[in-house]
Nanobody
Framework: QVQLVESGGGLVQPGGSLRLSCAAS????????MGWYRQAPGKQRELVAV???????NYADSVKGRFTISKDNAKNTVYLQMNSLKPEDTAVYYC?????????????????WGQGTQVTISS
């Protein structure tokens, strides 16, 4: 089982910055892609940004130019640098990872979610 632990959420004023981190842990796994999703009250969960094992990235149009996703392969950690934050960025942010788990007798695909971290943008 691959577990994800997020950190870095909080309350900031509009125009401010936050950096989210998500660390993956477990035994014998490889990651194909990691990403960040968010869910605001009363709305569906939406993709924010994703980064693949070969460093391809994709962003939601609403965050392009403001958010940057990056990763540290040695630490199995993905980061989301969020700049020029807006009140509409307020949401619970969830980390997601997908890959292959080799810990059992047969290699299996996995998909894991973090517990979520609250990001609130307000003056």
């Amino acid at each position: 089982q691959v577990q994800l632990v997020e950190s870095g959420g909080g309350l900031v004023q509009p125009g401010g910055s936050l950096r989210l981190s998500c660390a993956a842990s477990g035994s014998a796994f490889s990651i194909n892609a990691m990403g960040w999703y968010r869910q605001a009250p009363g709305k569906q969960r939406e993709l924010v940004a994703v980064i693949t094992s070969d460093d391809n990235t994709n962003y939601a149009d609403s965050v392009k130019g403001r958010f940057t996703i990056s990763k540290d392969n040695a630490k199995n950690t993905v980061y989301l640098q969020m700049n020029s934050l807006k009140p509409e960025d307020t949401a619970v942010y969830y980390c997601n990872a997908g890959g292959i788990n080799y810990s059992g007798p047969i290699a299996k695909k996995f998909g894991s979610w973090g517990q979520g971290t609250q990001v609130t943008i307000s003056s």
